[in-house]
């Protein structure tokens, strides 16, 4: 073991044990590790009786992160990185003496962006060579098989209708017949088995007989978590326990047992099945004066004790939006809007002056950053004008800049609340929430495509007129999907957890007190 200058600890391949380890076993204990992106954007892996590690200080670009076991034969555990914008890298020699944590990486597809989930099931045609699955928002799943260098071949067609499933888990190979498998999960709970056919195919579904499924926020396959060579799973609650399933090796797995806590703030692990979040993670709330104030979610439902982030935004000359990250970086944009000069800047770039996003326009009254409704990965801007039209202005991933503004529709008059941080419908698209003046709440899905960005509104719920401001802080709960938050004009908070099919758990409340005399919550 070896400590870079920057703190990294990094373990070389010959401080291995000689014996195969498990798959995403970085420290060659026998067991596998648990890799993770917090919500900063960093990664880490835990090794379980070892320390927490940092893989790398500045990988806030990614949104997804995969332990595929050894691709390239060097006896070396490798990792998969998704970016936001659909390029897929492959990190070789992960714990070698190298900076940055992450060995050396390359390229190894791009415009995966087209996917809501990929996933790591193990070797699926009995080559040796672990291979891919990867699913689009309409639900096709498609096959890439490894070809043991860390690349993967063409993709082939497997199967249609899995946009049933809210987790799709790369499960590795769980009843030992050398082909690996996937678990499925239903927005009810409900979990099925797909045990694997050689050539990526798999057979008829079967469900399980565990009936607590729904209680996780994710669920993480393809790891040997108590080193006996069997397949396991761990889960994480919305309380941020981790639970432990032992492998049978019939593709079944024992009564679940504790493990460790505090794992809320892991906004996605390796291996876990669901749709991955990105680009906001917590809210800003601004008094009449202009001091504003951020607060970070917790994983688990709530969020943190606010932290000042300046006071030269007051209400009267200024609007505010709290956009998912226009940059690579998956943090959170505070887009403020001149009610002067109708410019748009973004001052959380930190820039040694406010970048100009664009020249915008004084009819607005309504901007919102939903994160990337066009389909390339980036995160997009939109914006109301008094008469009810919307535009869009497409992001160029720079936090810098966005493109010339795009009409979108009209009629958007007849909204005082637009909320828009993420995913509602389970699909991995951006979605946006209306609320009308008589208290309905409608839904415009997103579609992927740049020139018709949402599908006709669906009604959500009546009776919203009840409070004084809607607003998401992204997946506040750690299940990748994007959550609600209300407040009343007497101060109580009241958090409606997302189901991913476009609607909402009953509301739990958070506070009753204290959040009643913010001007704006974003």
Known sequence: MAVLAAGVFVLSPGDAD?????????????????????????????????????????????????????????????????SPTGVLSFHSGVYARTPGGLGSYRTVASGWQIYNKVLAPGDLN??????????????????????????????????TGWQQYDELIGAGDLNGDGVGDVLARTPAGVLYRYTGKKGGTFNARVKDAKTDWASYSQIIGGGDWDGNGRTDLLARDFAGQLWFYAGTGTGTFGTKAARSKGWGKVTQFAGAGNNPHYGKYGALARTSAGAVYSYQVTGTGTLTSRLLVGTSWPAATTRLSYAVSLRQNGLADLVVHSVS??????????????????????????????????????????????????????????GTSVASR???????????????????????????????TSGTLWRYAGTGSAAAPFSARV???????TYKKVFSPGDANGDGKADLMATTS????????GTGTGGFTARVSKASSGWGSWTDLL
Do not use: C, H
Not at 136 to 145: D, E, I, Q
Not at 459 to 465: C, D, E, I, R, Y
């Open 18 to 82: 000689a014996t195969a380890p498990a798959r995403g076993d970085f420290d060659g204990d026998g067991t596998s590790d648990l890799v993770y992106r917090n919500v900063a954007g960093q990664l880490y892996v835990n090794t379980g009786a070892a320390e927490t590690m940092a893989l790398d200080t500045d990988v806030a670009k990614v949104k997804d992160v995969l332990t595929p076991g050894d691709l390239d034969s060097d006896g070396v555990q490798d990792v998969l990185t998704l």
């Open 459 to 465: 009604k959500v719920g009546t009776g919203w007129q």
């Open 126 to 159: 009995g080559d040796g060579k672990a291979d891919l699955l990867a699913r689009t928002p309409a639900g096709t799943l498609y096959y890439y098989p490894g070809k043991g260098t860390g690349a993967f071949g063409s993709r082939v067609t497997v199967g």
């Open 490 to 497: 007497a101060g109580a908070l009241y958090f409606y957890a």
């Open 341 to 398: 000069t109708g410019k748009l800047t973004n001052p959380a770039y930190y820039a040694l002056s406010d970048p100009t996003l664009a020249t915008g326009s004084t009819s607005y009254n309504r901007i919102v950053g939903p994160g990337d409704v066009t389909g390339d990965g980036k995160g997009d801007l939109l914006a109301v004008t008094t008469s009810g039209i919307l535009y869009l202005y497409p992001g160029d991933g720079t």
């Open 406 to 436: 795009v009409k979108i529709s009209t009629g958007w008059q007849g909204y005082n609340t637009l909320v828009g941080a993420g995913d509602f419908t389970g699909d991995g698209r951006p979605d946006l929430l209306a609320r009308d």
